[in-house]
């Protein structure tokens, strides 16, 4: 095996444990910021004015999210159900 076959093979394997790592790692929302969802690869986060008004108008039909609330991707569409993923994986209704 070459030099060059040995390490894009590391190399790949060190992209599987990264994304691996990556996706098992708790959402950070912020105070003060906001996050938008705008379709399929298309997240974004900024900080959010602070006058009050302008909180208040984002409240006026704001939703809390549920606790055991899962998001998941489906053909390009972000969905939403209740439930949870034991550590495997598995989806379980509450």
Not at 47 to 76: I, L, Q, W
Request: charged share 15%.
């Amino acid at each position: 095996m070459t030099k060059l076959s040995k390490t894009l093979i590391a190399t790949a394997a060190f992209a599987v444990i990264a994304t691996s790592a990556f996706s098992e790692a708790a959402w950070d929302f912020k105070a003060g910021m906001a996050y938008v969802y705008g379709g399929p690869g298309k997240m974004s986060a900024m900080a959010t004015a602070s006058p009050e008004r302008n909180h208040e108008a984002m409240m006026k039909n704001a939703k809390k999210v549920p606790e055991n609330t899962v998001f998941f991707m489906d053909n390009g569409a972000l969905y939403y159900t209740p439930g949870r993923l034991d550590p495997t994986g598995n989806f379980y209704v509450n």
